[in-house]
């Protein structure tokens, strides 16, 4: 196994995970949802790349766009986060799990097509799934606790700039 390469592409589909965490962040969500997105995250990060080494081939065929997919995921989230900002209560002590599912979804999509071609990159497809989901967990956490110190320094604009950015990172996503 080259590890070196897993541990590149572990911390690589880390960063999307980091990057939406952290515009998420500025929801200023309880410790509690903050765990718990970050356990949804690495949950999705061990079983996509192995749901995308059994069965990937076969449902590419079927999904004529999974582009579109994730930009509606990201812009649903964006303008979640946009409406959020305007609402009066300083911290969420509740988000429902249609929305932590739908997050880990967007940002483990990138594994599932990882998981197509990980035969090419190691015999040790469980051990790779273990090393995504890790490194996904930790950078959605961390991710989750800058966003929320930003929204300490910055206030409500920095959710309504967050929301601004998925919006446009699913505009990207789709347009590529």
């Given at each position: 196994?080259h590890?070196?390469?897993?541990?590149?592409?572990?911390v690589?589909?880390?960063?999307?995970?980091?990057?939406?965490?952290?515009?998420?962040?500025?929801?200023n969500?309880?410790?509690?949802?903050?765990?718990?997105?970050?356990?949804?995250?690495?949950?999705?990060?061990?079983?996509?790349?192995?749901?995308?080494?059994?069965?990937?081939?076969?449902?590419?065929?079927?999904?004529?766009n999974?582009?579109?997919?994730?930009?509606?995921?990201?812009?649903?989230?964006?303008?979640?986060?946009i409406f959020?900002?305007?609402?009066?209560?300083?911290?969420?002590?509740?988000?429902?799990?249609?929305?932590?599912?739908?997050?880990?979804?967007?940002?483990?999509?990138?594994?599932?097509?990882?998981?197509?071609?990980?035969?090419?990159i190691s015999?040790?497809?469980?051990?790779?799934s273990?090393?995504?989901?890790?490194?996904?967990?930790?950078?959605?956490?961390?991710?989750?606790?800058?966003?929320?110190?930003?929204?300490?320094?910055?206030?409500?604009?920095?959710?309504?700039?967050?929301?601004?950015?998925?919006?446009?990172?699913?505009?990207?996503?789709?347009?590529?």
């Amino acid at each position: 196994m080259h590890i070196f390469i897993v541990l590149t592409i572990a911390v690589s589909l880390s960063m999307d995970a980091f990057s939406l965490a952290l515009a998420y962040g500025t929801l200023n969500l309880s410790k509690k949802d903050m765990k718990l997105l970050s356990i949804i995250v690495g949950i999705y990060h061990f079983f996509m790349p192995l749901l995308g080494l059994f069965v990937g081939k076969i449902i590419l065929q079927f999904i004529k766009n999974p582009d579109f997919i994730v930009f509606l995921v990201l812009s649903v989230i964006g303008v979640q986060m946009i409406f959020e900002s305007f609402k009066k209560a300083e911290t969420f002590n509740y988000m429902n799990i249609t929305e932590l599912l739908l997050f880990g979804l967007a940002v483990s999509i990138d594994s599932f097509s990882v998981g197509i071609g990980l035969t090419s990159i190691s015999d040790h497809f469980v051990l790779c799934s273990c090393l995504f989901s890790f490194f996904s967990f930790f950078f959605t956490y961390l991710g989750l606790r800058l966003g929320k110190r930003i929204n300490l320094i910055f206030g409500k604009i920095s959710t309504i700039i967050g929301g601004i950015v998925l919006i446009l990172l699913g505009i990207l996503y789709v347009t590529h």
